[in-house]
């Protein structure tokens, strides 16, 4: 997978064998898979009527004691505290815990429209697996230097270049945010019968629209009560 670029060098493995829906790769493991196919062979003969069957279930050939059902659980179960463990390639569930729907953070993965190596990438930069400078300072002591080569102010982490970082926050990150915000603003113009192109990646948008339901406004600051000024659609 790393030669085909679907995996970064220091990415998680153990990630690769969950589910999916778990915020893993969803692919089989060939032991687990060897150890589940023993279970459930194990428990068809134990169900047979058939004389040589019955003699088979006698000599207990995997004496395993234990339903594939229950073994995979617990490979699963096991393979995700192992993940949750590791300080680094774990951060990202603890960050995330108890502040966003899980269920929807790991939609994206689940329905798989990403090029293989920009999955790739995604997760490995969830799990502070790509050589920034704060992590070749920590761990690889491949630098002495930890700050941003950007804004030189902060340690240079992920979560400092995709949402911190001063030297980019009004180029490429207000961008990225303009970008979603329009397909929201696409989305409002569509359900108040607003004007808005035919697919939201079209979608010009003013600054001020207005029909007899709804007013939309774009890119105005708002005074809010508790005195902070937001960036509001
Ligand atoms: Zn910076």
Redesign the pocket.
Known sequence: MTINHALQPHSDVDRLYLPRSSGGRGMLQVHQTVEEEKRGLEEYIKDSEEDALKKVNKEKLFNTNETKQAYKKKQVKNRAEKWRNKPLHGQYLHNISGKSDITKTWQWLKNGNLKKEIAGLILAAQEQALRTNAIRAKGKKSTTNSK?R?????D?TVD??TS?????AKTDCKQRHDKVAGMIHWNICKKYKLPGAKHWWDHKIEKVEENEDAKTLWDFRLQTNICHTIHQI
């Not at 950007?150 to 902060?154: I, P, T, V, W």
């Not at 911190?164 to 980019?168: A, G, Q």
């Open positions: 941003c950007l804004c030189k102010e902060a240079e400092h270049l911190c970082c001063k030297k980019i």
